[in-house]
């Protein structure tokens, strides 16, 4: 499970320093990383002096324990090594520093990694972006749709057109969420064991106790059962959507979704630390994610006892990776490269040209969403020519194609919302610019 934040399709957004220092506006997650315009000179001495705001927002979380660990990675073009700012530990009271090959839950960070796995199999013609779902799965053939989306199950209306491959990489294939959907379906997807990622091995309070489908195929068959929220192709709704390409995945490819993961993008992208599992001899470098809840701060998922260092049953392409900065960042560098890392090409030009343009379908109307006026990619968020997304945890990543750059935040708390990180984020990058800009 994960929260997410992050045009329409082929139209770029003016940027300039100062338009941004003008704004007031924040864009949550995703949006407010990609909203960074980092020129050569934070690159030419050590990064902490030529983002100062950036460091003390830091370090302030830092110094104050809210939480354990915050790390900023800033990378320029192909350089292979990204900057960063701040550190921290593995958890609060413990001595062991954070690096960038430290773990953490990275939640709905994942889903642009699903994001390029689909678009590798519509370069290769395994998958057409507008085939239809039901000629891979052919249980989502005929979808019924909610009258109410929060009223009975049995009151449905035949839905008017397939769901498609974009339908599900852009959440508007009228699918529901365990984190989103309410009322009956909200229910049905706990019955079901609709689970979208992993938190804790006890249960936590406000978040319902799961058992979830014994593996990715069953969680998909158990989906196609319920009626969609909306009519695919009208309305975005944040979903479960994502999580199922990973099932298309495996029919088309005929691997599993991890294998599938592993041997074409963790594999040639040098990614040794992303895992769905985290291996035993891997714990040490796990951090501990928090819980905050009435101004207590409180261990949620320890690293020496992690969920994640057990097999899911069904691997969550919309929330279950865990991976360290380092690995993420070469990820956004393969992306930023259009495909190519260090020489190698992992994936196609057009493929990431493609996947990181504004999918939406023309006639979905984000006025009402969280995603007002940006457009939605393979499984992230479009703001111009940026791209990513953010995770439940904490965490966000983009890339900015105009600007040649890359960013993300590794943190790891719950939820996201308990501190106005995101916002303080983009308000301290402003003031360092116009500090560069004025001095």
């Known amino acids: 499970m994960a929260f997410g934040d992050f045009g329409r399709a082929g139209g770029d957004i003016a940027f300039s320093r100062r338009s941004l220092l003008r704004s007031s506006a924040w864009l949550t997650a995703g949006a407010a990383m990609s909203a960074m ?11 902490s002096e030529s983002w100062p705001n950036i460091s003390t927002m830091v370090n302030s979380y830092l110094d104050s324990k809210k939480v354990a660990s915050m790390l900023v990675t800033l990378g320029d073009g192909q350089e292979d090594h990204a900057h960063t700012i701040g550190g921290g530990t593995l958890a609060l009271g413990d001595s062991t520093p954070i690096d960038e090959d430290s773990l953490f839950r990275i939640y709905s960070m994942t889903k642009p990694i699903t994001g390029m796995a689909t678009m590798m199999l519509i370069d290769e013609g395994l998958l057409g972006l507008d085939q239809p779902v039901g000629e891979i799965l052919p249980a989502f053939a005929d979808m019924q749709v909610l009258v109410d989306p929060e009223g009975p199950l049995e009151d449905t209306v035949p839905a008017d057109r397939p769901i498609t ?20 379906l909200g229910q049905a ?11 804790s091995r006890f249960p936590i309070p406000g978040l319902p106790n799961v058992t979830p489908a014994p593996n990715l195929e069953e969680w998909a068959d158990r989906l196609a059962t319920l ?10 709704i944040y979903s479960a959507s994502i999580d ?3 099932r298309v995945i495996e029919v088309v490819s005929g691997q599993s979704f991890e294998s599938f993961l592993q041997t074409r993008l963790f594999d040639p992208c040098g990614m040794s630390s992303t895992y769905f599992t985290v291996p035993k001899s891997e ?9 905050i809840a009435g101004g207590l ?22 929330g279950g990776l865990v991976s360290s900065a380092k690995d993420y960042d070469r990820f956004l560098r393969m992306v930023l490269g259009y495909g190519l890392l260090d020489g190698e090409r992992v994936m196609s030009e057009s493929a990431v040209r493609v996947g990181t343009s504004n999918l939406l379908p023309d006639a979905v109307d984000t006025s009402t969403t969280w995603i007002a006026g940006e457009g939605h990619g393979a499984g992230g968020r479009v703001v111009g020519k940026q791209y990513g997304w953010g995770g439940a945890a904490g965490t966000l990543a983009s890339v900015d194609f105009s600007l040649n750059k890359r960013v993300c935040l590794f943190t790891q708390y719950m939820p996201t919302e308990a501190y106005p990180i995101r916002k303080e984020f983009l308000a301290a990058i402003q003031a360092d610019l116009k500090i560069k800009l004025l001095g």
């Open 165 to 184: 491959i974009r339908h599900l990489l852009t959440h508007t294939a009228g699918i529901g969420y365990l984190i989103t959907s309410k009322g009956p």
């Open 297 to 318: 701060t409180l261990p949620i998922d320890t690293g020496a006892n992690s969920i994640f260092l057990d097999a899911p049953f069904v691997p969550s392409g919309g």
């Open 37 to 47: 315009p980092m020129g050569r000179l934070a690159f030419a001495h050590d990064v």
């Open 244 to 246: 199922l390409l990973g």
């Open 283 to 291: 714990a040490g470098r796990l951090t501990t994610n928090y819980g």
């Open 227 to 236: 009626p969609l929220m909306a009519q695919p192709g009208t309305e975005w």
């Open 189 to 199: 997807f706990v019955d079901q064991g609709l689970v979208g990622g992993r938190v």
